[in-house]
């Protein structure tokens, strides 16, 4: 689903980026009420995760891989404005180290990728949530719909885009067809691979699931003839030295697995062209792409410049990419963090005028 550049026209490419750094900013903005000590670092390691699941692309159809856009795992974990942000961060660490997606595309690959695919995921698995029991299962259930559901959503807002701003002359219906088709059999293991992930954090921590929060309904009490939220309980002390659990083991986890995948399993991901790469050249819109303004980068194509070793070059690039992403997510989002602390801490000490 990484556009390339020259596939939408310059004016529409120009919208799109305006559009995208809004939607950037009012995430940022966003954040600031779902981040606190315990996600902020957590954010930083969901969009690393993201990063090496894309690298692990799977075969969907003769020819035709798929990978995860990582949209419906972001928002469920740590909220849908951080989803956003998690998103973005990827596809910028991608365009611009591994010439992965276009430059002056950028916009379009946020606006289909990490916008679309959050609000459509969220949206669903909301909905769901609030109809299916109160459980983890219902959770993951909701999460897998959510999933499935984001990436044709992501193909539809590539053919709108194309449609307003399309480089060549392929008739809209066929484009319209064959991206979400296709993608509709990449949705399939989107939302496998999200019910997976989300269902693991639950069985262990489902503390840290922003989606799995407030599962259990509020005690009510009946006073004057009106429900009202029951006070809630008194926390009992902790034990001595016995701290609040730790994020670490998890965080310390997620990065291994992400090192991992990045690192050694992305070698056996299928070579096959990803469901837009198929469309493109089967259709013919590929005719007037450019070459990538990055195509020089020493890590252009997941491969490290002058290793000849063909596995040992993309296991060091993608090493290299979960560390830059997981440093540089992290730095946005404690800065966002801290931001929301100093906004309540101004809010508490202000002096009211009398």
Same mark, same amino acid.
Request: proline share 10%; charged share 15%.
């Given at each position: 689903m990484h556009v390339? =550049? !020259? $596939?939408? =026209?310059?004016? #529409? *490419?120009?919208a799109a980026g305006v559009a995208a750094a809004g939607a950037v900013a009012v995430s940022l903005r966003g954040a600031r009420r779902e981040l606190d000590e315990r996600t902020a670092p957590l954010a930083g390691l969901v969009a690393a995760f993201i990063f090496a699941v894309q690298m692990l692309n799977f075969p969907v159809a003769a020819g035709t891989s798929g990978h995860l856009l990582g949209g419906a795992l972001a928002a469920i974990l740590v909220g849908p404005y951080t989803g956003v942000l998690c998103v973005s961060v990827v596809l910028l660490m991608q365009g611009v180290l591994f010439a992965d997606g276009g430059l002056t595309a950028l916009g379009v690959n946020v606006m289909n990728m990490a916008v679309v695919t959050v609000v459509v995921a969220y949206?669903? $698995?909301? !909905?769901? #949530?609030k109809l299916l029991p109160d459980s983890r299962r219902s959770v993951t259930v909701a999460a897998f719909a959510g999933a499935l559901l984001s990436v044709p959503g992501a193909a539809v807002m590539f053919t709108l885009f194309y449609a307003v701003g399309g480089t060549t002359d392929v008739p809209l219906t066929k484009v319209f067809g064959a991206m979400v088709g296709v993608h509709v059999l990449i949705g399939i293991g989107e939302a496998a691979i999200t019910a997976a992930t989300v269902g693991a954090v639950i069985a262990v921590r489902p503390d840290l699931v922003h989606g799995a929060r407030g599962l259990s309904a509020p005690l009510k009490l009946r006073v004057g003839g009106e429900l009202v939220d029951a006070p809630a309980a008194a926390p009992a002390p902790a034990p001595a030295g016995l701290a609040a659990r730790s994020t670490k083991p998890v965080w310390i986890t997620g990065l291994v697995t992400a090192l991992a995948l990045a690192g050694f399993v992305s070698y056996y991901a299928s070579a096959s062209p990803d469901g837009l790469e198929k469309v493109a050249a089967d259709k013919g819109i590929d005719q007037k792409v450019t070459e990538h303004?990055?195509? =020089? *980068?020493?890590?252009? =194509?997941? *491969? #490290?410049k002058d290793v000849s070793d063909a596995r040992l070059s993309g296991g060091l690039a993608g090493v290299i990419g979960v560390g830059a992403t997981v440093v540089v997510g992290t730095g946005i989002f404690w800065t966002v963090r801290r931001r929301r602390a100093a906004d309540l801490t101004a809010a508490s000490t202000a002096v009211p005028v009398a």
């Open positions: 390339p =550049d !020259g $596939f939408i =026209d310059a004016p #529409v *490419s120009i949206a669903v $698995f909301r !909905g769901l #949530v303004a990055a195509a =020089d *980068s020493p890590l252009a =194509d997941y *491969s #490290v």
